[in-house]
C-alpha cells in the first residue's frame, strides 16, 4: 500500500488537536500516549533536506562531523526532546482511520525518519566526546521509537521503523569498544537492548493488518487509482485492465476479494516457516495469480495488488539477525570482562542468525571478534556479517 506520508499541514495540525483533547494528555508529561509527542516533534522540526543529507553522510561514515552538522542538531534540539521523551509514553496509538481505506492519512514518516538520524548524530557526537552513557541513551529511545513507528499497522512504517534500527545498530557498534571494559555499562545496554527488543511488532500482524485495509477499500472506482498508485509494488498488470475495469461489477470484485484474502491467509502461513523455506513458499505464493489470471478472473486484482513479500520478509529477517548479532555480541563483550578474554568458541543459548536459523559463525580477530551468518539473504544474494572491536 502506497501511504501519503505529506498532507497538508492542515490535516496534520487536526490529527494532534484530536489526540490532546484529553485533560489526561494535556496536562501530564510526558503524556501516556506517546504518539502525541511523536506527532508534536515532527510538526515542530524543521526539515531541510540537505541538511538530512549531511546528517546521513556522517551517520554512514563518508563525511567526518562538521559545524553545519552540529548546528542543525543543536537547532533541532527542541524537536528531538519530544521525539526522546516519547519513548516514556506507556502506549502508542496514532489515531490512524482505517476506514480511509488506502487514502489513510499515515504519520508523517519522512520527518520521523529524519529526526531519528538526528538523534543518532547526536549519539555519535557523544560516543566522540567519550560520553558514553548519554550515547547510549539516545540509542535506546531511538530503539523505542523504531518500534513505536514500526506498530503503525501499516507496511511502510514497519519499513521505516526497521531502517531506524539498523542505524542505531551501527551506532551501537561504534559504542561497544569504548565500553568493553566497563562490565556495570555492558549489562545495563544488555539489559535495554533486551527488553527493546521485545517491543517491535510482529511480521504478520504489518501484512494482515496493511492487506486486509487495501484488500476491503476495493470497488469499481477506487481500482483505477489503485492501479496508477502501486509504484514499486506491481507484479504485473494485465494487458486488457481497461476492459477489465470497464466490465467490472459487484460480483467480480468480490470474488476478486475474496480470492485475495485466501492468498493472504497462505502468505501468513507462510511466514512461520523458516526463512529459505518461508521465502521460497512466499516466491511461489505471490506469482500464483499471474499464473492463474489467465484462466480464473478471481486472480485478476491480485496481480497488481499483491506487494513483493519476499522483499519484505527478507528485510525484516535482515533487521532480526542484525539485531542478534549485537545482542551475542553483549554477551561476549561481558565474558570477557568477566573472564579478562574473549572465548575461544560461541557460548550455547545465543541468539541465532535468522537466515539459517543456526548459530552465527564466531571468529576471534586480531582487534575483536566477527560474527558470520550461516544463511543467504535470498533478496541480494548476500551474506552477511558483522565486525565487532575491542580496543586493546
Known amino acids: 500500500m502506497k501511504s501519503q506520508i505529506n498532507k497538508k499541514a492542515v490535516q496534520f495540525i487536526s490529527i494532534i488537536l484530536v489526540l490532546l483533547i484529553s485533560k489526561s494528555v494535556v496536562f501530564a508529561y510526558p503524556p501516556d500516549n506517546a504518539a502525541v509527542l511523536y506527532y508534536r516533534s515532527a510538526y515542530t522540526f524543521t526539515y531541510d533536506s540537505k541538511k538530512i543529507s549531511l546528517v546521513k553522510q ?35 496509538d496514532w489515531g490512524l482511520d482505517y476506514s480511509e481505506g488506502m487514502n489513510l492519512l499515515a504519520p508523517p514518516l519522512a520527518e520521523f525518519r529524519a529526526l531519528s538520524w538526528i538523534v543518532l548524530a547526536d549519539a555519535k557526537m557523544a560516543n566522540e566526546a567519550a560520553e558514553y552513557d548519554r550515547a547510549i541513551d539516545l540509542c535506546i529511545s531511538n530503539y523505542q521509537a523504531a518500534a513505536y513507528i514500526a506498530d503503525g499497522a501499516l507496511l511502510v512504517s514497519r519499513l521505516v521503523g526497521i531502517a531506524m534500527y539498523n542505524y542505531t545498530n551501527q551506532v551501537i557498534i561504534d559504542i561497544l569498544p569504548n565500553i568493553a571494559d566497563n562490565p556495570d555499562v555492558l549489562t545495563r545496554l544488555k539489559n535495554q537492548i533486551d527488553e527493546v527488543s521485545q517491543g517491535f511488532p510482529s511480521l504478520k500482524t504489518s501484512i494482515k493488518t496493511d492487506l486486509e485495509i487495501c484488500i476491503d477499500d ?21 494487458e486488457n485492465i481497461d476492459q477489465i475495469l470497464e466490465n467490472a461489477d459487484e460480483g467480480f470484485i468480490e470474488s476478486n476479494k475474496e480470492y485475495m484474502l485466501k492468498l493472504l491467509g497462505d502468505c501468513l502461513a507462510a511466514t512461520d516457516l523458516p526463512y529459505p523455506q518461508a521465502y521460497k513458499k512466499l516466491d511461489e505464493l505471490i506469482k500464483k495469480p499471474e499464473i492463474e489470471s489467465k484462466e480464473n478472473s478471481d486472480a485478476v486484482l491480485a496481480t497488481f495488488l499483491m506487494p513483493a513479500l519476499v522483499k519484505v520478509l527478507s528485510v525484516d529477517v535482515r533487521y532480526t539477525t542484525h539485531f542478534n548479532a549485537i545482542q551475542t555480541a553483549l554477551n561476549l563483550y561481558i565474558n570477557r570482562t568477566e573472564t579478562g578474554k574473549l572465548p575461544d568458541k560461541l557460548p550455547e543459548g545465543m541468539p541465532k542468525d535468522m537466515f539459517s536459523g543456526e548459530d552465527f559463525i564466531y571468529e576471534k580477530t586480531d582487534d575483536g571478534f566477527v560474527l558470520k551468518c550461516q544463511g543467504k539473504d535470498l533478496s541480494k544474494d548476500e551474506t552477511y556479517e558483522y565486525k565487532f572491536k575491542v580496543k586493546k
Open 218 to 238: 476495493i470497488n469499481k472506482e477506487s481500482i483505477q487509482n489503485l492501479i496508477i498508485t502501486a509504484g514499486d509494488t506491481v507484479l504485473s498488470i494485465p
Open 58 to 92: 556522517y551517520l554512514d561514515s563518508e563525511i567526518e562531523n562538521n559545524q553545519e552538522i552540529i548546528d542543525y542538531v543543536l537547532r533541532s534540539e527542541h524537536a528531538m526532546k519530544q521525539f526522546i521523551d516519547a519513548g516514556n509514553g506507556k502506549y502508542c
